[in-house]
Each structure stands twice: as C-alpha cells, then as structure tokens.
C-alpha cells in the first residue's frame, strides 16, 4: 500500500505561481521504481493528465496546456514529488492529485494505469 497526501494548493492570481507538494508514505519510491504523475480536475470537466515523471526523475512528460509553465520533479530520499506551477492561468483552476504507478511505464497519461491516488488540493486561479 501507499499512501499520497498532496499540499502546496490555494488561491493565487493570474500570473503568480505555486508549489505543489505530494508526499509518499507506506511502501513508498524504494520498493517500487514507480513512476509519479499529477492530474487535475476541474468543476463538470473530467480528470486530466497535467504530468509525469520517471523513477530516476530522468525523463517527463506534460500535457500541452502546461508545457513551458509547469515543472514536476522528485526527490526519492523525501519520498515526495513536486509541481511548479508558473504563470498561473484561471483555466489552471481544479483539484490538483497526485499518483503512482507501481509499474513505472514511461510517459503514462492514462489515469487509469495509476495504482494510488492521493485525496487532491484546491487550485484556484483568480483573474
């Protein structure tokens, strides 16, 4: 089992940036080389992929509407993986979760293919 608890969410205004934090407990980076994805979800609007990052923190991977704004990377001695978020956009507005993928696929986009989700926090960008 693992357990994923994010934080770093809240409201801030367009343009500014904010840091998101997700913190792995349980059998956590070292029994698995999982790899670590975050998503978001807006109000009527289904969860979607933001990004993902390789065990070894070598390789990621984001959507398009992110790319260039967002950086995820990791540090497996914390157990914790990040996402800077920069030049904020109202559209950015949902719950931002984190989750593992035991099997470490490079590049999964797919929420689906994650084995454990955590309770996700509130973005909310104001205009």
């Known amino acids: 089992q693992v357990q994923l608890v994010e934080s770093g969410g809240g409201l801030v205004q367009a343009g500014g940036s904010l840091r998101l934090s997700c913190a792995a407990s349980?059998?956590?980076?070292?029994?698995?080389?999982?790899?670590m994805g975050w998503f978001r979800q807006a109000p009527g609007k289904e969860r979607e992929f933001v990004a993902t990052i390789s065990w070894s923190g070598g390789n990621a991977y984001y959507a398009d509407s992110v790319k260039g704004r967002f950086t995820i990377s990791r540090d497996n001695a914390k157990n914790t993986v990040y996402l800077e978020m920069n030049s904020l956009k109202p559209e950015d507005t949902a719950v931002y979760y984190c989750?593992?993928?035991?099997?470490?696929?490079?590049?999964?986009?797919?929420?689906?293919?994650?084995?454990?989700w955590g309770q996700g926090t509130q973005v909310t960008v104001s205009s």
């Open positions: 989750a593992a993928d035991t099997l470490g696929v490079p590049g999964r986009r797919v929420a689906a293919g994650y084995d454990y």
């Open positions: 349980g059998r956590t980076f070292s029994s698995y080389a999982m790899g």
